[in-house]
């Protein structure tokens, strides 16, 4: 069940997003996803993701960023959520997983190495206001528990727009950039809520801004939700989103 509420904006420094899942905390959801994965045996994403085709796109009718660069899960193993402290994400996110983590801006298809593990980027649009990791992960038969994903995508703005803040909600904790800047960290054990975790006062460049995003997660599910919001606590909605 996809769950939105709608918070007062509280000054975050930065967010990062560890597991992300619409359907609870992980503590809930395990039996959730087993009864989930036995039914679905197609393994596909087509049915929460499409191939990102055209050269930009749109928020959502409430500002959501659907269009993202997602690398297949990195092995990451954790058997709670609970381990998931400032502290501990900063140092997980910190650590160098492939070159060029915190400045590459990925293409389609692209491939990395991370240990044992070759691991392919794929540029696509959610079909939903959140981007479902674990049915990401699941639909191409990856690692669904213990592991860390990172999102990157282009953010381009008409006009230089001062004072936004991004709105971020994940599952489980997560930590999100914008242009190379901390801006949100979400830890702890959590649901997937929309604007669970809002930044501070920020600047969206005239043309093109960079958000990356990390997502840790151990069991249950893993999903995020990303916005940008004016002074008043509106969805930014006139900016477009590529991936290149």
Same mark, same amino acid.
């Given at each position: 069940?996809? &769950?939105?509420?709608?918070? %007062? ?13 619409? =359907?609870?905390? +992980? ?6 996803? +087993? ?9 596909? &994403? ?33 058997? +709670? ?19 060029? =983590?915190?400045? &590459? ?11 044992? =593990? ?40 008409? =006009? ?22 901390? +801006? ?7 649901? %997937? ?17 960079? &958000? ?33």
């Amino acid at each position: 069940m996809n &769950i939105k509420r709608k918070k %007062m904006l509280l000054p975050v420094v930065i967010v990062i997003v560890a597991g992300l899942g619409l =359907q609870g905390c +992980s503590s809930t959801s395990k039996a959730k996803t +087993s009864s989930a994965t036995t039914s679905d045996t197609a393994r596909s &994403i087509e049915a929460y993701f499409t191939p990102a085709r055209t050269s930009t796109k749109k928020p959502d009718a409430e500002g959501f960023i659907q269009r993202w660069l997602l690398l297949e899960p990195i092995n990451k193993p954790n058997r +709670s959520n609970t381990v998931f402290t400032d502290s501990y994400i900063r140092k997980a996110f910190d650590t160098l997983y492939f070159p060029n =983590q915190f400045t &590459i801006l990925p293409k389609d298809g692209e491939k990395v190495k991370v240990g044992e =593990q070759e691991l392919t980027w794929h540029s696509l649009d959610s079909k939903n206001f959140n981007v479902k990791l674990f049915r990401f992960a699941y639909g191409l038969n990856k690692p669904i528990y213990g592991v860390l994903f990172w999102a990157v995508t282009v953010v381009n703005s008409p =006009q230089e727009l001062k004072n936004v803040r991004m709105a971020v909600g994940s599952n489980s904790a997560s930590m999100w950039w914008l242009n190379g800047k901390e +801006s949100v960290i979400l830890s702890g054990d959590r649901r %997937m809520v929309m604007d669970d975790g809002v930044s501070n006062r920020l600047t969206l460049n005239k043309g093109k801004n960079i &958000i990356r995003g990390a997502v840790i997660n151990g069991p249950g599910m893993s999903d995020f939700c990303v916005r940008f919001l004016d002074e008043k606590g509106a969805p930014i909605k006139d900016i477009t989103i590529s991936y290149e």
